[in-house]
């Protein structure tokens, strides 16, 4: 059976029966076989099939049908695919393994800092160069103030104590002042003795504890 774009329906004979294919067969489904001569043609095919026994294979090859790995594989393959997923999810697991980001933790990076400043403050002391130690150090304690509280570390100490106020108690905003008082008063002095430079070191560190710390 054919038009004028081609077959419609083959016919083969395999054995004592026939088989019969329909290129386009929506034109016997429910919504389609009153249409045109649809059920005209499809009681002929009926009528050629002959006396006996007529089987209707009804799959649909579309999306709908198309397999997935479930139907695919055999259950055991699954479970055992399932099996070594959970077990490799384990030993990443047991070996540590992270994904994602990298952070440094904070201590690493303070316990560096602190390491580098005191190495660099120890070669200042043995060469006698107290003053340019001690402006290093402050320097420093200038990035922790920036970090903290997002001040400029080109501020004067009166403008950070003047914002660190409202953060600080009558005590707190004493001891800055003197502390910082005396840092701006190093460049006066034409030589800082020893003792001193260990003083400034200090109160520079205890100033450094404080903001860290907040």
Do not use: C
Not at 13 to 33: F, H, T
Not at 79 to 106: D, S
């Amino acid at each position: 059976m054919k038009d004028d774009k081609g077959a419609l329906v083959l016919e083969r004979s395999y054995g004592e029966g026939q088989l019969i294919v329909s290129m386009n067969p929506d034109w016997v489904i429910n919504g389609a076989i009153l249409e045109h001569d649809h059920a005209a043609l499809t009681a002929q095919l009926l009528e050629e099939s002959g006396p006996g026994p007529v089987l209707v294979d009804e799959y649909i090859h579309g999306p709908k049908n198309i397999p997935t790995v479930f139907t695919i594989y055999p259950k055991w393959v699954l479970v055992i695919a399932l099996q070594l997923l959970l077990l490799t999810i384990v030993w990443l697991w047991k070996n540590g393994k992270r994904f994602g980001p990298i952070y440094t933790p904070r201590e690493h990076r303070v316990r560096l800092g602190d390491e580098r400043l005191q190495a660099l403050a120890s070669w200042y002391t043995r060469g006698g160069f107290y003053k340019e130690s001690i402006r290093i150090q402050e320097q420093y304690l200038r990035s922790w103030i920036r970090k903290r509280f997002g001040l400029s570390r080109m501020s004067t100490w009166a403008e950070i104590r003047e914002a660190l106020a409202k953060y600080q108690t009558t005590d707190e905003q004493a001891r800055w002042k003197r502390y910082t008082t005396d840092l701006d008063d190093i460049d006066t002095n034409d030589k800082l003795r020893k003792s001193s430079y260990l003083q400034y070191s200090k109160n520079i560190d205890d100033l450094r504890k404080e903001v860290q710390e907040r």
